[in-house]
T-cell receptor, first 121, second 117 residues
Framework: EPEVTQTPSHQVTQMGQEVILRCVPI?????FYWYRQILGQKVEFLVS????????KSEIFDDQFSVERPDGSNFTLKIRSTKLEDSAMYFC???????????????????FGPGTRLTVL | QKEVEQNSGPLSVPEGAIASLNCTYS??????FFWYRQYSGKSPELIMF????GDKEDGRFTAQLNKASQYVSLLIRDSQPSDSATYLC?????????????????FGTGTLLAVQP
């Protein structure tokens, strides 16, 4: 069964450094998302991406964050200057486009990758 | 602010019993409702989705939706120790500019379920 994959599984960085988290969504999915989960807290939406542009971003997703689909398979989240409070699990998710041949609500279902644990020291 | 509320637990049930997990949501525009299971340190794993009022059964799991009361629940029959995990309720929140097609998920804090052998 196709899966969302993420690399690396764990990233340790110094405060102020740039990090890039990588995701490979399920191959026929067209909507991509990043979520984060601070230890012990709820999963929070960061950004959604469709047709090579951001469709929505949360208040968390400030100018330090950016997303990119550099090629046909990868979807990346960049944090330009990491802060201590950026330490969290970051999850990538993807889903189908409505009308991609699947019945609703399959097209509403987001499939999550295994996550990248980011530790900022 | 759109909210999804869950009792954080822990909910402790004996093996073989029925576990009942509850969730309320604030946005009446929500259209789809999801239950994810999350083991410690792992990513959310989809258990069930529901979008129509009433019950939906899948094996040992039953999801219940009451849109008038803005209430979603998950029943786990014949609970097993391997069911011990945090159960996340998630509600889709349509993104206005894209007609809801790119809906983001709003998660609750999750309910920790502990099934005692």
């Amino acid at each position: 069964e196709p899966e969302v994959t993420q690399t690396p599984s764990h990233q340790v960085t110094q405060m102020g450094q740039e990090v890039i988290l990588r995701c490979v969504p399920i191959s026929n999915h067209l909507y991509f998302y990043w979520y984060r989960q601070i230890l012990g807290q709820k999963v929070e939406f960061l950004v959604s991406f469709y047709n090579n542009e951001i469709s929505e971003k949360s208040e968390i997703f400030d100018d330090q964050f950016s997303v990119e689909r550099p090629d046909g398979s990868n979807f990346t989240l960049k944090i330009r200057s990491t802060k201590l409070e950026d330490s969290a699990m970051y999850f990538c998710a993807s889903k189908l486009l409505p009308g991609q041949g699947a019945r609703r609500p399959s097209t509403d279902t987001q499939y999550f990758g295994p996550g990248t644990r980011l530790t900022v020291l | 602010q759109k909210e999804v509320e869950q009792n954080s637990g822990p909910l402790s049930v004996p093996e073989g019993a029925i576990a009942s997990l509850n969730c309320t949501y604030s946005d009446r525009g929500s259209q789809s409702f999801f239950w994810y299971r999350q083991y410690s340190g792992k990513s959310p794993e989809l258990i069930m989705f529901i979008y129509s009022n009433g019950d939906k059964e899948d094996g040992r799991f039953t999801a219940q939706l009451n849109k008038a009361s803005q209430y979603v629940s998950l029943l786990i029959r014949d609970s097993q120790p391997s069911d011990s995990a945090t159960y996340l309720c998630a509600v889709n929140s349509p993104i206005v500019n894209y007609g809801g097609a790119t809906n983001k998920l709003i998660f609750g804090t999750g309910t920790l379920l502990a099934v005692q052998p």
